[in-house]
């Protein structure tokens, strides 16, 4: 009895109740609606950026490469992201597109019940999850896990078949080209990738550009002409051809067996 009087006591009326709500409500900038990108996907995406809540997803070819670029920018800002379901993820890759590796949670776990609650947990901790979604994903599992995404506010972004789920952006690789190999000589030093930007509501519209993933010194940005490309593919140095042979193979050693 001497606790519902003090409780009666205390309660507050419904007017202050409203005051209080509205003074706890989290206050979001525009900018931080969205997570941030690098700039070569600044002019292809709908957003300057991946907006919180919705998921993306990569195909073709440089799927895996595209979705580890598109969430780089965001590890450099402090953001956390996990990567679930993706045993083949190469590090030195991901940190040669720009992702933080020090923000980066490897997560092994097989595909079944433990998967959709390794991504729940995920989602309540991180704000980017990057998903390779298991053949036998359950419908019911992906529209619970798109609801948690909506009430976070983190992003996914899935590798590959989407499954059950449902992209709200769509970034497609095609045929890439690749330069710096010769008639027998040379290495792979870029690699330029078409990519089309696709989905739902803003992103209804579809945008497609050359990117560069990465160019000739490393980095990631889009093409800025046709005649760059074929630049790259013949690389001059004081307007003389680079050739750099490939040693030969010496024949004269036994190899033991």
């Known amino acids: 009895m001497a ?106 776990v097989p595909p079944g019940p433990q998967w959709a609650t390794a991504v729940a947990a995920a989602l309540d901790g991180v704000d980017a999850v990057l998903l390779e979604v298991p053949p036998r994903c359950r419908e019911a599992d992906a529209r619970r896990l798109q609801a948690r995404l909506r009430d976070r506010g983190a992003v996914v972004v899935l590798v590959g078949a989407a499954g059950p789920f449902q992209p709200d952006l769509v970034v497609a690789g095609s045929a890439p080209v690749w330069h710096g190999l010769g008639c027998g000589w040379g290495h792979l030093r870029a690699r330029c990738l078409p990519v089309e930007v696709s989905g739902r509501r803003a992103a209804s519209r579809s945008r497609t550009a050359r990117l560069w993933l990465p160019d000739p010194e490393g980095a990631v940005r889009l093409e800025e002409s046709p005649a760059e490309a074929s630049a790259a593919e013949h690389p001059t140095a004081g307007g003389r051809k680079v050739v750099v042979p490939l040693r030969p193979l010496d024949t004269s050693r036994e190899v033991a067996s």
Not at 6 to 11: D, K, N
Not at 48 to 63: D, M, Q, S
Request: charged share 10%; net charge positive; glycine share 14%.
């Open 3 to 108: 606790r519902a009087t003090a409780a009666t006591a205390t309660a507050p009326s419904p007017g202050a109740l409203g005051a209080v709500g509205l003074r706890s409500q989290p206050l979001v900038l525009a900018r931080e609606q969205v997570l941030p990108v690098l700039p070569a996907f600044e002019g292809l995406l709908p957003e300057p950026g991946l907006r919180r809540g919705t998921v993306t997803r990569t195909h073709g070819p440089g799927a895996t490469s595209l979705a580890l670029a598109l969430l780089a920018q965001c590890t450099t800002a402090g953001s956390w992201v996990a990567a679930i379901g993706l045993r083949g993820l190469g590090l030195a890759a991901a940190g040669e597109l720009g992702v933080v590796l020090s923000q980066l949670l490897l997560v092994d």
